[in-house]
């Protein structure tokens, strides 16, 4: 991590059987969906409203990050309140099916499967219980009406656990690996921001807060750069621990919070030994991992595993294997070609080709003509050609990008 300089001006440089028309729409819905949920899965660092500014010592922001880099909090449980408005398009719950079908088309998948269900944390409220002793072992938990769905990590051992359905997912932490299930601690996070800043970054001290009983000094982290989406994150670091307790990201349209997530209670002490104990409930179904991925590229080589996709999923994995990213900092702009054509219009593209358009704004340039599909933090540009450009930017930069790519 880059050196810091000072508090007051301190920057990074100087410190089966889906309809086709699904399976079609797949391609175009899918980086956006994707990228909005990455974008929410950064922002779980805990967060919640201040209720009082604590005096704490004076501490510079090269202080305030090394004290986040020294912290060694591998003990804690809690309980997180996470809220995210991406300003996703209703897609009248397709964006839920094509996520959830990714994960579970394969012989045996199971609704237990993380890689379905945490896609529920890219919008709306939700609230956790988390808990961790150590690297090798950890829990969250997220509550639901009269349900909950429960990831454990003990060991070895990764499962995961939906109430509703009684239905029980079980992986290894060798085939799982941790970035399957959400990082246990808020560390993790705020660690995920901080990656993102360079000299095109300004950071600050901005004062200090209470959160969940605990006094904190506030981080705050600024694009430098026109053209972001991106207007401040904001990260409370627990002033004792170093452990960062609040992640609150504004987007720099303004208006209410992209993501806002916290603690509402915390404590350091170890948890229980049978908090991280997981035995399947009688008569739950439970799904071993290779099973629910049978099919996937984890499985096969990447060449057997397009043979047994569709067409429309080909042409984008062919794509991913070329993306490359352009510009810098904030502005970063990932690119790649589906080798195919572009979304749908006119009587060619029939009912699919009214609804994607219905939920993106036609653009024209240098580049030819194309489609943008907004949120409030994740924008992305398909041209006619099948060419796509997604980041935390604007519409028009992507443009731009666009143009300048011919």
Do not use: C
């Not at 719950?93 to 094509?98: A, I, K, M, T």
């Not at 219009?345 to 699919?352: F, H, I, K, M, V």
Request: no cysteine; charged share 25%.
């Amino acid at each position: 991590m880059a050196p810091y300089a000072s508090d007051d001006s301190t920057t990074a440089g100087e410190v089966d059987e889906q309809p086709s028309g699904r399976r079609k729409a797949a391609r175009y819905v899918v980086p956006i969906t994707v990228m909005g949920v990455a974008a929410a899965t950064i922002g779980l660092v805990p967060a919640l409203a201040d209720s009082g500014d604590p005096d704490l010592p004076k501490i510079t922001a090269q202080q305030l990050i090394e004290k986040i880099a020294k912290s060694d909090v591998q003990r804690l449980s809690g309980t997180v309140k996470i809220s995210t408005d991406l300003g996703l398009p209703d897609l009248g719950g397709l964006e839920s099916s094509l996520m959830s079908g990714a994960a579970s088309q394969g012989e045996g998948g199971s609704s237990a499967d993380p890689t379905a269900k945490l896609t529920e944390l890219a919008s709306g409220t939700h609230t956790l219980r988390v808990a961790a002793d150590g690297p090798d072992k950890q829990k969250l938990s997220l509550l639901e009406n009269a349900a909950e769905y429960s990831i454990v990590h003990n060991g070895k051992d990764v499962w995961a656990y939906d109430s509703k359905s009684n239905e029980v997912h079980h992986g290894t932490a060798s085939e799982s690996g941790k970035d399957q299930q959400p990082p246990a601690t808020p560390k993790d996070f705020a660690e995920e921001a901080l990656k993102a800043a360079d000299d095109t970054t300004s950071v600050t001290v901005d004062g200090t807060a209470q959160v969940a009983g605990r006094d904190a000094y506030k981080l705050l982290i600024k694009p430098k750069q026109s053209g972001s989406t991106v207007g401040a994150i904001t990260v409370a670091v627990d002033a004792k621990t170093g452990t960062p307790l609040k992640f609150t990201l504004t987007p720099a349209s303004g208006g209410s919070a992209v993501v806002d997530a916290g603690f509402t209670q915390v404590s350091f002490a170890k948890p229980a030994a049978s908090t991280f104990d997981f035995t399947p409930p009688k008569g739950a179904k439970v799904t071993e991992e290779k099973a629910s991925e049978k099919g996937a590229e984890k499985g096969f080589d990447k060449g057997e595993a397009r043979r047994h996709a569709p067409k429309s999923e080909e042409d984008l994995g062919k794509g991913l294997d070329g993306m490359k990213t352009i510009g810098e900092g904030w502005n970063s702009i990932a690119t790649f070609d589906t080798g195919g054509e572009g979304v749908p219009s006119g009587e060619a593209g029939g009912d699919l080709g009214g609804f994607m358009n219905s939920l993106g704004d036609k653009v024209t340039g240098k580049f030819g003509s194309g489609t943008v599909f907004s949120t409030r933090l994740v924008n992305a540009l398909i041209t006619d050609d099948g060419k796509v450009y997604v980041g935390l930017v604007t519409k028009d930069a992507l443009v731009k990008a666009a143009d300048a790519g011919k």
